[in-house]
């Protein structure tokens, strides 16, 4: 079966560092997707990882063991505007498919 | 440019009334998707269309029919609708693995 799991909400203070963590179980993988959503808009992408490690990208860090089927999203100097749902996704072997975790609502406190 | 449009924005349909979503992309991505998110919960993935051809149907009732005229457009009709049928109905795009943008949505309400 295919399984995603991470925290359903998760609250952080402006200015620190918040760490949102992903586990999936799943019969096929080619790469690992975080996506951040506000409320009423699209997901926005945010990283993509397929090999083991970790990918920074500014304020934003992924990291992947595959071996663990681990990810976790790394947010760093939080700020407001971060307060958001962010959405883990493993893409399936074939045509695309993503399979999408039920999200984790993160709310920045100043 | 990594932008995927989609028309219109919000759509309020009677359960009789038949109406098409539109969503574009000149990206030259090669594969489209229909996706289907109701209130709080993540996206769940409707269709796949990969080089205009139907490669995924996820199970989707036939009053749901996508449509691929070209490499550029996607189109979802709607015919017969329930209430529980509305949600944001997002497309996005994709050319490789590492990737997939979606479109801003359009807001459903089945009334």
């Known amino acids: 079966g295919q399984n995603i799991d991470q925290p359903t909400e998760m609250t952080a203070t402006e200015g620190a560092i918040v760490q949102i963590n992903c586990t999936y179980q799943?019969?096929?993988?080619?790469?690992l997707f975080w996506y951040q959503q506000h409320a009423g808009e699209a997901p926005t992408f945010l990283s993509y990882?397929?090999?083991?490690g970790l990918e920074e990208k500014g304020r934003f860090s992924s990291f992947l063991s595959r071996s663990k089927g681990y990810s976790y999203l790394l947010l760093k100097e939080l700020q407001m505007k971060d307060s958001a749902s962010y959405l883990c996704?493993?893409?399936?072997?074939?045509?695309?498919?993503?399979?999408f975790g039920q999200g984790t609502t993160l709310q920045v406190k100043p | 440019d990594t932008e995927v449009t989609q028309t219109p924005k919000h759509l309020v349909m009677g359960m009789t009334n038949k109406k098409s979503l539109k969503c574009e992309q000149h990206?030259?991505?090669?594969?489209m998707y229909w996706y289907k998110q109701k209130a709080k919960k993540p996206p769940e993935l409707m269709f796949v269309?990969?080089?205009?051809?139907?490669?995924i149907n996820e199970s989707v009732p036939s009053r749901f029919s996508p449509e691929c005229p070209n490499s550029s457009l996607l189109n979802l009709h709607l015919h017969a609708l329930q209430p529980e049928d509305s949600a944001l109905y997002l497309c996005?795009?994709?050319?490789?693995?590492?990737?997939?943008?979606f479109g801003p949505g359009t807001r459903l309400t089945v009334t």
């Open positions: 996005a795009s994709s050319q490789t693995v590492n990737e997939q943008y």
């Open positions: 990882n397929v090999l083991d």
């Open positions: 799943t019969s096929g993988f080619n790469g």
């Open positions: 269309y990969s080089y205009e051809k139907l490669s």
């Open positions: 990206m030259g991505h090669r594969a």
């Open positions: 996704a493993v893409r399936d072997i074939g045509p695309g498919k993503l399979i």
